[in-house]
Nanobody
Framework: QVQLVESGGGLVQPGGSLRLSCVAS????????MGWYRQAPGKQRELVAT???????NYADSVKGRFTISRDNAKNTVYLQMNSLRPEDTAVYYC???????????????WGQGTQVTVSS
């Protein structure tokens, strides 16, 4: 079974930066789209950014120009560089990956356990 493990969350002041990492481990054929989502207290989980295996990216309007998603396919890792953080970025950030297994074209969605990001002075 695949595991996604996030790291890099924490407490940061407004205007600061954090870098999140998410490593996929286990036995699988390929990782397709990887992404970051977030969920603030009392709100629904929302898309932050995604990146395809070829490198094309997609961002929520609220983070464009401040956040950058990247991936290292050799390390099965996706990153989220977050700059110019705002209090409204406070949330639990979840990693997601669409994964294929040997012998099947079907993609399965996997989630990490989440990492807390708090932006506060």
């Amino acid at each position: 079974q695949v595991q996604l493990v996030e790291s890099g969350g924490g407490l940061v002041q407004p205007g600061g930066s954090l870098r999140l990492s998410c490593v996929a481990s286990g036995s699988f054929a390929s990782i397709n789209v990887m992404g970051w989502y977030r969920q603030a207290p009392g709100k629904q989980r929302e898309l932050v950014a995604t990146i395809a295996s070829g490198g094309s990216t997609n961002y929520a309007d609220s983070v464009k120009g401040r956040f950058t998603i990247s991936r290292d396919n050799a390390k099965n890792t996706v990153y989220l560089q977050m700059n110019s953080l705002r209090p409204e970025d406070t949330a639990v950030y979840y990693c997601n990956a669409a994964i294929s297994y040997p012998g099947s074209l079907r993609q399965y969605s996997h989630w990490g356990q989440g990492t807390q990001v708090t932006v506060s002075s």
